[in-house]
C-alpha cells in the first residue's frame, strides 16, 4: 500500500501528471498574455519523454557521482512532498510533526539543484549555483516565520492538524493575518519555483540556464520533473496552510477545491509575467527585508489575535 | 583575491552574433571586460568595388538586418555629395521617411530585445507585436518589410503613392499610443527603476573620449545627431519647422538610455507625420549623369547611431575605394568605461544597451598564428600610410603623404 502511495496516488504519476498539466496551463496563459499561440495540451509531456530519450552529456571537469545522483534525489524528496501533502488532503493520513519532515524535504530539491550544478565543473554552472544558494538562504527565513505563524494558529504540528484547525474555525486566510502571510508565501513559492522575478539562478539571457546550464537529456529531465510536481505541491501546500486544503466531498467539494488550485497558479502566472527578473543581491534583500518584516508583523498580529 | 574569467562566446546559447567576451569577475562583480570580434568578416568593402555604383545600395543594404536603410542612405549621400547632385524635394522626403520609420520600428526593436535581457518577455512580445504595425506600413510603402531599396543616387528609387501614406499615417498614430503606453510603463515601474537606474553608467567625458555616437552618448549629456548636427534632406527644414526634436538627458546609465529611444520613436513618429503631411508633388529622382573622378563622403543618423561612408571613383563604373564605419564600431568601445564594477546581471544589460550589432562592424580583425593582436589608432595609422603609399607606388602617382613617413 506504501508502495502505491508513493509511485501512483497520490505520488508519483498522479503528481507529474496534474504538474505537467499545470506547466501547460501555466505556458499557455503566459503565450495569451505574450499574443501567442500557445503550446498543445500535452507538450509539456512530450517535452519530458524527449528529454528521457536523449543522450546525458557529462561535462568534462564534472563530479560524476554528484552531477548524476542530484536529480534522481531531487525527484524523490519532490515527489515525497507531493505524496505527503496527497495523503494529508485526501486520504486524511498523517502523522504528528510531519510538517516539519515535510519542511526538510521541500529544501532538499533546491540543494540538490545547488550540489548539481557546483559538480558540472563549468563557470556558468557555478554562478547559477551559488546564486540558488543564496536565493534558499533569502527566501527560507520569511517562509519559516509565516509556517510558525500557521503552526500557533492552528496549534497542531501536523498537515491535518491545520486541516482539521481550517474546517472547525474558518479558512487561515480569512484573516489580516492570513492574508498578509499568504502574500508572502505566496512570493516565497514563486522564488522555490525559480520563476521571474526570481529566476536569477536560471537567468536565460545572462547564464543561458544558469544551474541548468550544462544537463543534458534525462538528468535536465529530471530536474524538469520535479519543477513540475512542485508546481502542482506548492500551490496545494498554500491552499493547505491559508485556505482549508483540498476538501473532497461535501458542498462544491471538488470543484471548488479546483478553482482555489487555479486561481493560486493564476496568480503566479500574472506575477511572472508582470515583472522583470530581480539581480540576486536585490532578491535576497527583498526577502530578508520587507518580506521578513512582513512575515514578523503577520505573526504579531497573530499574536494580538488578528 | 583569486580571479575567475568567465568566457563567453564566440558561438554560445546566450548570443545572437558570434563575438568573444571575457569577463574577469571577483564574486559575482565584474573588474574588467574584453571584446573580441571579427568573426563574421563579410568583406564588404571589397566586394562594393567590383559593383557598379547603382549595384552597391543593394549590397550594403544587407550589411544589417534591421538597420538596413542607413547604409545605402549614407552610401548615396556619399556618391551625390563626389558628384554634387541635389536630388528633387520628393525624393529627398521619401528616403527621410523611409528612414524615419526603420528608427521606430528599430527602436521598438531594441525595446523588446531589452525586455528579454532583464527577464521581462511580456514587454519582448508586445513591443514587437507593434512594431508589426510599422513594418506593415513599411511594405506598403516600399514593398518589403525590410532591405527597401528605396535609396537610389539621384533621389528615390520608387515613389509612394497616395495609399501608402495614408495607410502609414493610421499606423503611425496606434503606435503613438501603444508608444506612449510602453514610456509610462518603463517610467513606472519600480521594478524597472531598480534594476536599470545607476547601472552601467557612461559619463559625459567618457562618452567623448570613447567616441561614442548615437543613442549610446546622447543619453550621457552629449548633444551630437548628424540629423540636427549636419542636416541633410528632410531633416533640416523639418527641424526649422519644429516637428521634432533632438533628445538628450544628463545621467548615461542604462535606464536613461532606454527613455531616449522610446521618447525618440515618438519624435520619429511626429517626424514620420510631418514628412507625409508635407509631402512635395514632382519628380522624386534626377538621372545622376557622367561619373568622374573625386571622392565623397556621407553620414546618416542610423538608429544606434552615426553610419559614416566614403567613396572614392576614378571616373570608371564602379568605385575604387569604399570605407563604411557602422555606429557599432565606436560604440562599443565603451563597455571598457561602463561594465567594470558592476554584477554579472547587470553587464549582460550594459551590453545590451549600446544596442550593439556586430556583423555590422566587422572591418578589421588581425589573427596571426592563432593569437589575437589588438591594434592601436597609431598602428592603423601607420598601417593606412603605408598601404596608400604602396598603391601609389604601383599606380605610379605622386605621393601626398610624404610627410607622414
Not at chain 1, 150 to 174: C, K
Not at chain 1, 222 to 227: A, C, E, H, I, V
Not at chain 2, 233 to 242: I, K, M, R, V, W
Not at chain 2, 303 to 326: C, L, M, Q, T, W
Amino acid at each position: 500500500m506504501q508502495a502505491f502511495y508513493y509511485l501512483i496516488f497520490p505520488g508519483f504519476l498522479f503528481a507529474a501528471v496534474v504538474g505537467l498539466l499545470t506547466t501547460w496551463l501555466d505556458r499557455k496563459v503566459t503565450a495569451r498574455v505574450h499574443y501567442r499561440v500557445g503550446p498543445p495540451w500535452f507538450q509539456s509531456f512530450a517535452d519530458v519523454m524527449k528529454l528521457m530519450g536523449k543522450e546525458v552529456i557529462l561535462p568534462e571537469n564534472a563530479r560524476k557521482t554528484g552531477f548524476l545522483l542530484a536529480p534522481i534525489i531531487a525527484l524523490a524528496a519532490s515527489t515525497l512532498v507531493a505524496t505527503m501533502l496527497g495523503l494529508a488532503n485526501y486520504l486524511n493520513q498523517g502523522f504528528v510533526g510531519d510538517i516539519i519532515v515535510f519542511w526538510y524535504f521541500l529544501a532538499v530539491p533546491s540543494i540538490m539543484i545547488i550540489i548539481g550544478s557546483a559538480s558540472a565543473g563549468t563557470p556558468l554552472s557555478a554562478v547559477g549555483s551559488s546564486r540558488e544558494m543564496k536565493l534558499l538562504l533569502g527566501y527560507e527565513v520569511p517562509f519559516i516565520i509565516v509556517l510558525a505563524m500557521v503552526i500557533f494558529r492552528a496549534d497542531s504540528l501536523s498537515l491535518g492538524g491545520i486541516i482539521e484547525h481550517q474546517i472547525e474555525s474558518g479558512p487561515i486566510l480569512y484573516s489580516l493575518s492570513g492574508v498578509i502571510g499568504f502574500i508572502v508565501a505566496l512570493l516565497c513559492v514563486q522564488a522555490k519555483l525559480g520563476l521571474v522575478p526570481f529566476d536569477a539562478p536560471e537567468a536565460e539571457t545572462e547564464l543561458g540556464g544558469g544551474a541548468f546550464y550544462d544537463y543534458s537529456g534525462a538528468a535536465l529531465g529530471g530536474f524538469k520533473l520535479s519543477k513540475a510536481i512542485l508546481f502542482y505541491s506548492l500551490p496545494i501546500f498554500l491552499i493547505t496552510l491559508f485556505w482549508g486544503g483540498v476538501q473532497i466531498g461535501g458542498g462544491l467539494g471538488i470543484l471548488w477545491a479546483l478553482l482555489k488550485y487555479i486561481l493560486i497558479v493564476a496568480l503566479i502566472t500574472v506575477i511572472r509575467n508582470t515583472n522583470p527578473r530581480l539581480r540576486i543581491d536585490q532578491a535576497v534583500k527583498f526577502f530578508w527585508g520587507w518580506m521578513t518584516i512582513l512575515a514578523v508583523i503577520a505573526f504579531i498580529l497573530r499574536v494580538k489575535g488578528l | 583575491m583569486k580571479k575567475t574569467i568567465l568566457p563567453i562566446g564566440p558561438f554560445h546559447p546566450l548570443l545572437e552574433e558570434p563575438e568573444f567576451f571575457t569577463f574577469h569577475l571577483d564574486g559575482e562583480t565584474v573588474i574588467d571586460v574584453d571584446v573580441r570580434i571579427g568573426y563574421n568578416h563579410r568583406g564588404h568593402e571589397k566586394l562594393a568595388t567590383g559593383l557598379t555604383w547603382d549595384q552597391v545600395p543593394f549590397l550594403v543594404e544587407r550589411i544589417c538586418g534591421i538597420c538596413s536603410t542607413s547604409h545605402p542612405y549614407a552610401y548615396v549621400l556619399a556618391v551625390e555629395d563626389m558628384l554634387g547632385i541635389e536630388p528633387p524635394p520628393r525624393g529627398k522626403y521619401i528616403r527621410s521617411l523611409i528612414g524615419e520609420m526603420e528608427r521606430i520600428h528599430s527602436h521598438l526593436l531594441w525595446l523588446g530585445l531589452a525586455g528579454h535581457f532583464i527577464g521581462y518577455n511580456t514587454v519582448w512580445m508586445w513591443a514587437w507585436r507593434y512594431r508589426e504595425e510599422i513594418l506593415d506600413a513599411c511594405e506598403l510603402l516600399s514593398g518589403n518589410r525590410n532591405h527597401y531599396a528605396m535609396c537610389r543616387v539621384g533621389g528615390a528609387r520608387r515613389d509612394v503613392s497616395q495609399k501608402a501614406l495614408d495607410f502609414t499615417m493610421k499606423a503611425l498614430d496606434t503606435n503613438e499610443k501603444s508608444t506612449k503606453m510602453f514610456l509610462g510603463a518603463v517610467a513606472d515601474d519600480p521594478v524597472i527603476h531598480k534594476r536599470l537606474k545607476g547601472v552601467g553608467i557612461l559619463t559625459k567625458e567618457d562618452a567623448i573620449a570613447y567616441c561614442a555616437t548615437g543613442p549610446t552618448s546622447r543619453p550621457s549629456g552629449v548633444r551630437w545627431d548628424i540629423r540636427e548636427t549636419d542636416p541633410y534632406d528632410a531633416y533640416g527644414e523639418s527641424l526649422e519647422a519644429g516637428a521634432w526634436k533632438v533628445i538628450v538627458t544628463e545621467n548615461g546609465d542604462v535606464f536613461d538610455k532606454a527613455v531616449v529611444r522610446v521618447l525618440e520613436t515618438l519624435e520619429s513618429i511626429y517626424l514620420c507625420r510631418w514628412l507625409i503631411e508635407n509631402m512635395p508633388d514632382g519628380d522624386f529622382q534626377v538621372v545622376p549623369g557622367e561619373m568622374h573622378e573625386g571622392e565623397g563622403c556621407g553620414h546618416h543618423e542610423a538608429p544606434r547611431g552615426e553610419v559614416f561612408h566614403y567613396v572614392r571613383s576614378d571616373g570608371s563604373n564602379k568605385p575604387i575605394r569604399h570605407k563604411v564605419r557602422a555606429p557599432t564600431f565606436s560604440n562599443l568601445p565603451t563597455y571598457k568605461a561602463s561594465c567594470p564594477g558592476e554584477q554579472i546581471a547587470d553587464v549582460a544589460l550594459i551590453t545590451a544597451a549600446i544596442d550593439p550589432c556586430y556583423c555590422c562592424t566587422e572591418r578589421v580583425g588581425v589573427i596571426a598564428g592563432g593569437k589575437h593582436s589588438s591594434l592601436t589608432q597609431d598602428d592603423l595609422v601607420k598601417l593606412s600610410v603605408e598601404k596608400t603609399m604602396e598603391i601609389e607606388k604601383r599606380m605610379g602617382v605622386k605621393s601626398v603623404l610624404n610627410k607622414f613617413k
